[in-house]
């Protein structure tokens, strides 16, 4: 039988409650618990030289690739950035609608994993994070093998 609603609520609550109080150890038990993988809470950060070496081992056509679309996203992204804040409203039917962007202090990134890598979603999420001015910027991934090109493109995006 399907679950309610309030039950899934409640259920994503709970597990809300087990992170914030117990951090890595809850990720660590919730890993095991859903996708059936056993990390340590040490091992859930990617040091910073993984991270270099990743890039520096993705051929050449891969970092010229990698480079040229961190310029062009980045560009754009700072050709937007100038026009913030980005606030417009209308009237319509006796109410106010619009849309208003504003910088946070933290996002996380949710970048997929698996057979295939997505070098492109970490630098298109990444990028106009970071050239917004978000101080911490997460990106989180399934467990499992990440991808050079993946972190390859979290290297390029700092």
């Known amino acids: ?8 609520q409640s259920e994503v609550s709970s597990i809300l409650r087990r992170v914030r109080s117990q951090g890595d150890e809850a990720l660590c038990y919730y890993a095991r618990k ?4 056993n990390l340590a809470p040490g091992s859930l950060r990617v040091p910073g ?28 992204h700072e050709a937007e950035y100038q026009r913030l804040p ?9 109410l106010t609608v619009g849309q ?3 910088p946070i202090d933290s996002v996380g990134l949710y970048i997929p994993g698996g057979r295939f ?3 492109s979603t970490v630098l298109m999420t990444a990028l106009p ?3 917004a001015g978000v ?18 493109a979290a290297y390029l995006c700092g």
């Open 129 to 131: 994070a970071k050239i």
């Open 49 to 76: 030289e993984k991270l270099k070496a990743a890039y520096r081992s993705v051929d050449e056509k891969a970092r010229t690739a990698l480079g040229c679309a961190e310029k062009r996203i980045s560009g754009f």
């Open 1 to 8: 039988m399907p679950k309610r609603l309030n039950d899934i």
């Open 100 to 102: 208003k962007a504003n």
């Open 34 to 37: 859903f996708d059936g993988v």
């Open 117 to 119: 890598a997505y070098p």
């Open 86 to 94: 980005f606030q417009w409203q209308v009237g319509i039917e006796g």
């Open 135 to 152: 101080r911490r910027i997460v990106l989180v991934s399934p467990p499992g093998q990440l991808k050079n090109e993946v972190l390859a």
